[in-house]
């Protein structure tokens, strides 16, 4: 089984998903990661140079390269979920944990990450409070329908929502032992 971490840039994904991996002994993946690490750009050149649609397509095939994985921690970028395709991959094997952030707590983070320029190019001209404002709106639906649990992570530590979701997976794995389900 795989733990497919959700939500908005910012929300805590990269950060929780390397702790939680080291909690429950698993391997960690982050999509955005590999998308770099495979072009040899930053995800702001990538969309520079292409646009945000030439990244989804690299973000299509870095997902499609890790979903065979198994005990994974598998931190999605943000939009990654928009693409039916890419959570089918992991839909019979995976739990989707949907961390979520209000506006203010994903602007908070954005400005006190030194890398954010590089990983989070902007999704419109508009101001950054408006345009997370408006993504954080229209995505909500999609998270919340491909979420199994929804974890919130706004004036949390890395530690904290991790040990939560931790608490989560084991349960899970109690319940599916005991159904039969799942494991």
């Not at 993946?29 to 930053?42: L, M, P, Q, R, Y």
């Not at 499609?64 to 094997?93: H, M, T």
């Not at 995505?139 to 991790?162: C, L, M, P, W």
Request: glycine content about 8%.
């Amino acid at each position: 089984m795989n733990i497919v971490l959700i939500g908005y840039r910012a929300s805590g994904k990269t950060s929780v998903g390397r702790r939680l991996a080291v909690l429950l002994g698993y391997s960690f993946c982050d999509t955005d990661e590999i998308v770099a690490e495979s072009t040899g750009k930053t995800i702001r050149q990538i969309v520079d140079e292409g646009g945000w649609p030439l990244f989804r397509e690299i973000e299509k095939d870095a997902i499609a390269g890790i979903s065979p994985s198994d005990r994974c921690v598998v931190a999605f970028g943000g939009g990654a979920v928009l693409d039916e395709g890419n959570v089918k991959r992991f839909s019979e094997n995976s739990l989707f944990i949907w961390l979520k952030a209000d506006v203010e707590t994903v602007l908070h983070r954005m400005n006190e990450d030194i890398k954010s320029d590089e990983q989070r190019p902007p999704l419109s001209s508009g101001s950054p409070w408006l345009e997370v404002k408006a993504t954080l709106r229209s995505r909500e639906e999609v998270y919340r329908k491909h979420a199994n649990f929804i974890v919130d992570t706004g004036n949390r530590s890395i530690q904290e929502v991790s040990e939560e979701i931790q608490r989560i997976v084991q349960s899970f794995h109690r319940l599916s032992i005991l159904s039969g389900f799942f494991c």
